[in-house]
């Protein structure tokens, strides 16, 4: 039998801080655990421009790369819309000043990207002392956050990110641990937080050579494109790299990167989410043309399944239970206990038993949706991208709490420290607490 320790071993927080008051930083996409779930207490569910917005920054450029928060630092990655210039940006966390804006990287001839995308997409990851920024292929760096000094950087990874890079990178103890899914090359590389040397590489296993819709070969490069971020799991005791490419769900281990098990769904591409897990099951929606939601049961060394294909019969690998009704393509999910919740990119909310995706509620909240979903004190928010955020009770009952509104609308996702929220419009940079100044009183 199989035990599930369900923890991002990525970054570990301090229980006792933790206790005394709940999440004080969120160093990656999706939070400390990579989840999207936040233990803070005391958060707003209901702001607007004049009312629980402690302050509000400009963030210069065009970018969706979500805050990440450590101590009293926020950053996040930005650039120019052109990609010619790729910056860092700090933001003092009490006051909303700007403590360091420095360009890391410039790009003569920056790759094409699709209208949708920018050219500072991924989420960089924070830890004391260091914060690490990729932009894909254009450059990584390690800075130091005290001064913004630039500690190393790698700008000789290939990969025609095609459509724009969008996978975020994860810390796993001494491993900085990066996706590279492109229209021409496909593999993660795992480098040497403290030197930025390359520990191990892994290509794709996936055969893209002419595999296309009815087997079709491909001219562009969406089938084997990927933005998706990984997450790392103690499952059974073992630290387990879940990763997603295009036509595929992969299992890794992080210290070696040699491959344990692998669930191919060949017909579909651009995964995009970072995949959530509990109840022994890994929840993961598969990407585009027709995607679906496969919640799998983790296998042994060596296996192999097809998603759409009975398994072996002494398979250990297994997809459990798959739908195609209201998987989401952009945003995250979020498990609450036992209920699953998720919202497709057109504004459909679902809320899925985890254990056997048994539909429990469908609902229309209206809008569209990139930014992943955020958990917390037992409610669901939805962003949206036209600035409407949704907030629910995280219940087998569809009851709206609360709806606001702030201009300019989410692409990037929420970040939570102490009682506040931290929200990236496509302008600014948001601290919204209850009991918050208006900006400018």
């Known amino acids: 039998m199989i035990r599930w320790r369900w923890t991002t071993i990525s970054l570990i927080l301090l229980a006792g801080a933790m206790a005394e008051a709940g999440d004080e930083c969120w160093p990656q996409f999706r939070g400390p655990r990579g989840d999207g779930a936040s233990i803070s207490t005391g958060l707003p569910i209901e702001w607007s421009e004049t009312r629980n917005v402690k302050w509000r920054t400009a963030i210069h450029g065009r970018a969706w790369s979500s805050p990440v928060i450590w101590g009293r630092q926020v950053w996040m990655s930005t650039a120019t819309e052109d990609g010619t210039a790729l910056s860092a940006v700090c933001v003092d966390r009490d006051s909303g000043r700007i403590e360091h804006d420095r360009i890391l990287f ?72 990066l996706h590279f899914d492109g229209s021409d090359c496909q593999y993660l590389v795992a480098l040497d937080k403290a030197t930025g040397r390359t520990v191990w590489r892994r290509d794709r296993s996936i055969d893209f050579k002419d595999l296309g819709p009815d087997g079709l070969p491909m001219i562009e490069g969406d089938f084997r494109k990927a933005f998706a971020t990984p997450h790392v799991a103690d499952i059974d005791g073992r630290a387990t790299l879940l990763s997603q490419g295009a036509k595929a769900l992969y299992a890794y281990d992080p210290k070696t990167g040699q491959e344990l098990w692998r669930v191919e769904e060949r017909l ?78 057109g504004g459909i909310a679902t809320c899925w038993e985890a254990k056997t995706g048994a539909v429990i509620w469908n609902e229309r909240v ?26 629910i009770a995280a219940a087998r009952t569809f009851q709206k709490l609360a709806e606001n509104v702030l201009p300019d609308g989410f692409m990037a996702s929420p970040a939570v420290a102490g009682k506040a929220l931290f929200l990236r419009t496509r302008t600014h940079l948001y601290r919204i607490e209850s009991g918050g100044p208006a900006p400018g009183s």
Do not use: M
Request: glycine letters at 12%; charged letters at 20%; hydrophobic letters at 35%.
């Open 268 to 345: 579909n591409h651009s995964a995009s989410t970072r995949l959530v897990a509990g109840h022994g099951l890994i929840f993961a929606p598969s990407g585009f043309s027709g995607g679906q939601l496969l919640a799998v049961r983790p296998g042994r060394t060596g296996e192999v399944i097809d998603a759409n294909a009975p398994a072996p019969q002494d398979a250990q690998l297994q997809v459990v239970w798959k739908t195609k009704r209201g998987v989401p393509k952009k945003p995250s999910l979020v498990l609450v206990g036992d209920l699953l919740f998720g919202i497709e990119d």
């Open 366 to 391: 209206g809008g569209n949706y990139s930014a992943s979903l955020l958990a917390a004190e037992g409610r669901v928010y939805f962003f949206s991208e036209e600035g409407k955020t949704t907030v």
């Open 106 to 177: 410039t790009v003569e001839r920056p790759q094409l990207g699709h209208k949708f995308n920018t050219y500072a997409s991924p989420t960089p990851v924070i830890e004391e002392g260091r914060v690490y920024i990729t932009f894909g292929s254009p450059g990584t760096a390690c800075l130091d956050t005290a001064t913004g000094r630039t500690l190393w950087e790698r700008r000789d990874f290939e990969c025609n990110h095609y459509r724009g890079a969008g996978s975020s990178p994860i810390l796993h103890d001494r491993l900085l641990i």
